[in-house]
């Protein structure tokens, strides 16, 4: 396999005559905490899903975990893990049933199954909670735990799309500890957020805005780059020339 | 008169066994902008269904305007704006549609009001004949806050309007709010952002349903207990590991670029504070470490409350 885990070349999505998303190209490293920002409407979540092979581009060329993504979606999605705000686990099953059904649709064996199924439980300390279903856990619990089953199956990449939104701070920060965990060992991270704190985190970040990718770099090059203190001001920067607003 | 009381206000759902919200008490001042803060499930959307009358406590009373939220439920709903978290205007009529019925439904016009609106309405007007259903996000957002502020409301109740919504918006939409304060509206708003509690007067910090501190946001800051310290080096997570390890640290956690750091027995003795842990540092082969005093914001008093909350205080404080 080769070294990048994501190579993307003027991948570009139309709808019609609007153009969500316009040439972007850029690669992410294995292991590497890839943030991809951007304002609402800039079309990050149209370039999201044509690298989870959801949606086919229009035109350029992506490559995911090795994977085509017109030819090979089927082997990009078991070869991803991903979770959002929106989307994360059913409600109405409970810890250890969750564990179980997303094991099992990502082809665990039964002996597998158990024994990540334990070692997740103990992990994130739920051992009282294993048995209770999983709509009565407080937000922060839900999103640990949402991470942890997107990755049991420990694909290359993970994509997380907005996961700590309204997340308490405290939480926030334990939920970062775990993609640090991740990371290190050698799962690459492709992560959106709108807190700029968390743009931090990240190794490298790229900023869209209308479609295009106009900003990558390290945090501290790009603050350099816009001769800002915080990656707030770099933001507000690009995303100040938006044309558009559309989600 | 306080625009907004709350006086020992309990609910619980599903029969008890869910505390939203736990002998809670607070007043807004007329004309206050006053934010509640915290994350999802502190109960803030409870006081908001409770106070727009929606919603019947356990026990407690509150008011808006003077008026009991069940007695003069009738009175409080036509004297009220409401923006509810969800977006919850009719997705089938169009912008205009929408915006005239709600003024239809408080038995006034449009046109009567328009002035209010003018500023935030003119960035949708382009899309007036669309349908609320088609809009972004963003746009939505503004609809909802022209419909909830057509009837001209003496109290507008926002329940995290800029929840998902990009920084540049989420600016826009505080200009917004300044703006609608000058003309003497209270507003009540909540958010799970905390860099957003300072663009309020007074602010409540809520957690699990329970205030953790309610004054201004400049006392709250002012009453952080430790000398907070910015720290950074080259290897960040390492730092922050090793940092953590260090026997003086009181807290240690991420704060962007740097880690904020507090340390056991405060700043009495620099040698087991900052000066011990740079020398600990460069034993650990640390390089170009920096370590210097740095203000603490609501975040870091957020999280300092959390844990003198928490009697596990160990188990919250990512120390």
Same mark, same amino acid.
């Given at each position: 396999?080769?070294?990048? +885990? ?32 951007? +304002? ?24 995911? +975990? ?182 | ?40 499930? !502190? ?10 009358? &929606? ?156 205030? &953790? ?9 002012? !009453? ?25 640290? &009181? ?69």
């Amino acid at each position: 396999m080769s070294e990048k +885990a994501i190579v993307c070349k003027d991948l570009t999505k139309e709808f019609g005559d609007f153009t969500a998303v316009n040439k972007i190209s850029f690669e992410v490293n294995t292991g590497e905490i890839y943030g991809f920002l951007g +304002a609402n409407g800039a079309g990050k979540t149209t370039a999201m899903r044509m690298l989870c092979g959801l949606s086919y581009p229009t035109s350029g060329e992506a490559m995911v +975990a090795g994977f085509n993504v017109y030819k090979q979606q089927e082997s990009i999605k078991k070869n991803i893990g991903y979770m959002s705000q929106k989307f994360s686990l059913y409600e109405n099953l409970t810890i250890r049933e969750n564990i179980e059904f997303y094991g099992g649709i990502y082809g665990l064996s039964d002996q597998q199954l158990k024994s990540k199924e334990d070692e997740l439980i103990t992990t994130l300390g739920l051992e009282k909670e294993a048995k209770k279903l999983v709509g009565g856990l407080p937000l922060g619990w839900k999103q640990k735990l949402a991470f942890s089953v997107a990755i049991i199956h420990q694909p290359k990449i993970v994509f997380l799309d907005e996961p700590t939104g309204g997340v308490d701070p405290v939480t926030r920060r334990q939920f970062w500890d775990l993609i640090y965990e991740a990371s290190a060992k050698g799962i690459t991270i492709f992560v959106t957020t709108h807190y700029m704190d968390e743009a931090e985190y990240c190794g490298r970040i790229s900023i869209m805005v209308d479609g295009r990718i106009d900003a990558l770099d390290t945090p501290a090059n790009l603050k350099q780059q816009f001769s800002a203190t915080t990656m707030d001001e770099v933001f507000y920067a690009l995303a100040r020339g938006a044309k558009r607003s559309a989600d | 008169m306080p625009a907004v009381t709350l006086e020992h206000i309990t609910k619980t759902y599903d029969k008890g066994r869910i505390q939203a919200v736990t002998d809670l008490s607070f007043t807004v001042e007329k004309g206050e902008l006053f934010g509640l803060i915290g994350p999802d499930g !502190a109960g803030k959307s409870t006081v908001f269904r409770i106070l727009t009358t &929606l919603l019947l406590a356990d026990k407690g009373t509150a008011t808006v305007e003077g008026l009991d939220t069940v007695k003069d439920f009738k009175k409080i709903r036509g004297a009220v704006g409401y923006m509810p978290g969800k977006f919850s205007l009719y997705q089938d009529l169009t912008v205009e549609e929408n915006l005239h019925f709600f003024a239809a439904l408080f038995g006034t016009t449009v046109e009567k009001n328009y002035g209010l609106i003018k500023d935030i309405y003119e960035q949708i007007k382009p899309f007036s004949t669309r349908r609320a259903g088609k809009l972004s996000g963003g746009m939505k957002q503004k609809l909802a806050l022209c419909c909830a502020l057509i009837h001209k409301p003496v109290v507008l109740f926002l329940d995290e309007p800029t929840t998902g919504v990009d920084a540049v918006s989420r600016k826009e939409f505080w200009d917004m709010l300044k703006r609608l304060k000058a003309e003497g509206i209270t507003i009540l708003v909540s958010t799970p952002y905390m860099d957003e509690a300072d663009l309020c007067e007074r602010i409540a910090l809520i957690q699990e349903g329970k205030i &953790l501190s309610i004054d201004t946001p400049a006392n709250i800051v002012k !009453a952080y207990p430790e000398k907070l310290y910015a720290v950074r080096a080259d290897s960040i997570h390492k730092l922050l590991l090793d940092i953590r390890l260090y026997p003086d640290t &009181l807290s240690c956690y991420s704060f962007g670029e740097h880690l904020h750091v507090s340390f056991r027995n405060g700043e009495k003795n620099d040698q087991n504070g900052p000066e011990g842990l740079r020398t600990y540092l460069e034993q650990k082969g640390h390089n170009r470490i920096e370590i210097k005093p740095t203000p603490a914001t609501i975040e870091d008093s957020f999280i300092r409350l959390m844990a003198g909350n928490d009697k596990g205080a160990s188990k919250n404080i990512p120390a």
